[in-house]
């Protein structure tokens, strides 16, 4: 029998609840008599690492990580840990293990489930089967480019300064995880830069034509001003399969795209590594796109589809066990299809149900899937 390590991080707020989910999905796995095993480990991160070390992560739970076969996550964040220094801000904890672990690649999926289509902002038929991929750039850019300051100037006033920063390994690199995601859905890309304003945008541009040129002329690409890029987000969402982006126009989009489908709740990510030269593992962290909602935690509200769909994830991408990863998919689907929903997708006439419920739910589907 294999045998499967995770390393859990449920974080703060709601990551929590949504957590406990996941691992009621994980004991019915385990509860089988043949197929792969888990082995779970649990630790903290954020402002729960915070309030117990008084650092947002600390080095033994990125060595945990490191050595696991995949790392779920839950959210961080919330008023409590407003004071904290900024330096040790439970986002803080999430940004060292995505480069501490070279996550340079966040795969954040948009889809529509039918059973949904009525719960976008936007019209059913501008989003009914809805399936985008973002491929976000996630190690470089400004979220880490140096410097990275406030200082105070002569006169007294404060100047704020934030590098945007790419170097050409980087964007080849990304940019061949989108043509190869591309391949195996829609085979078009749309990259997403500013070149008519930032220099990163220009040679962004530049290295993503080089490498569809080299390595997949097979592939539609086409490029996109990230405004625009916004724009028809939600003007025709339906055009895009995969847009690659860097780590900031990343955020705000995915953003973007996850409303369109219906629920922030509602969605899942991998964030994935370069595949070791010698035993070609990645090293990899799933995570709901959803943050930790600290107005609804604690009182057992939250969606737990995101974070279950990441788990979902980790068996599709890291795991090797595609066909349970459908399996949770399909769970999905059918719960919502009979009409159950949490308090953020609830539409007249269906049945709201708890985080609890909800897992249950799933896990009873995947039951009925796997017999
Ligand atoms: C995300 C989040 C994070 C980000 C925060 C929590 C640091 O918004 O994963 O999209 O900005 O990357
Ligand atoms: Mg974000």
């Given at each position: ?72 996550f839950g959210a961080v964040g919330g008023p409590k840990w407003a004071g904290v220094p900024y330096a040790a801000r439970p986002e803080a904890g999430l940004l060292r293990l995505r480069k501490d672990l070279g996550l340079f690649a966040n795969l954040r ?161 991998a964030s994935l590594g370069a595949p070791d030269a010698k035993t070609g593992k990645r090293m990899s962290l799933y995570e709901p796109v959803h943050g930790s909602a600290p107005d609804i935690a604690g009182r057992g509200l939250a969606n737990p589809i995101a974070t279950v769909a990441s788990f979902g994830m980790a068996l599709r991408y890291s795991l090797d066990m595609a066909a349970e990863a459908d399996i949770v ?43």
């Amino acid at each position: 029998m294999t045998t499967k390590t995770l390393l859990l991080l449920p974080g703060d707020g709601i990551g929590v609840e949504t957590m406990a989910e996941v691992e009621r999905l994980i004991s019915f796995f385990n509860s089988r008599k043949n197929g792969v095993r888990f082995e779970t480990e649990s630790d903290l991160v954020g402002g729960a690492a915070y309030d117990a070390h008084g650092v947002a992560v600390t080095d033994q739970c990125v060595a945990k990580a490191k050595a696991a076969d995949a790392v779920i996550f839950g959210a961080v964040g919330g008023p409590k840990w407003a004071g904290v220094p900024y330096a040790a801000r439970p986002e803080a904890g999430l940004l060292r293990l995505r480069k501490d672990l070279g996550l340079f690649a966040n795969l954040r999926p948009a889809i529509c489930y039918p059973a949904l289509a009525d719960a976008s902002s936007l019209k059913r038929e501008l989003v009914e089967g809805l399936d985008i991929m973002i491929v976000r750039e996630l190690t470089g850019g400004v979220y880490f480019g140096e410097p990275k300051e406030i200082v105070t100037l002569e006169n007294g006033e404060k100047r704020a300064v934030d590098t945007q920063l790419y170097t050409t390994h980087e964007i080849e690199r990304i940019a061949k995880v989108a043509f190869d995601l591309a391949r195996k859905r829609g085979n078009k890309v749309h990259s997403a830069e500013k070149h008519n304003v930032m220099r990163t945008g220009v040679l962004w541009k530049e290295v993503v034509t080089a490498v569809h040129k080299s390595y997949a002329p097979d592939v539609q690409l086409e490029h996109i001003l990230a405004d625009n890029c916004a724009m028809q987000l939600v003007r025709n969402p339906k055009q895009f399969d995969v847009i690659v982006t860097d780590n900031l126009f990343g955020d705000v989009l995915s953003d973007e795209a996850a409303m369109c489908t219906g629920s922030l709740g509602m969605l899942p990510s991998a964030s994935l590594g370069a595949p070791d030269a010698k035993t070609g593992k990645r090293m990899s962290l799933y995570e709901p796109v959803h943050g930790s909602a600290p107005d609804i935690a604690g009182r057992g509200l939250a969606n737990p589809i995101a974070t279950v769909a990441s788990f979902g994830m980790a068996l599709r991408y890291s795991l090797d066990m595609a066909a349970e990863a459908d399996i949770v998919d399909n769970a999905i689907a059918a719960v919502l299809a009979s009409g159950l929903r949490t308090g953020d997708i609830m539409q007249p006439g269906m049945t709201q149900v708890g985080t609890g419920e909800m897992g249950k739910a799933i896990v009873d589907a995947v039951k009925k899937l796997v017999s």
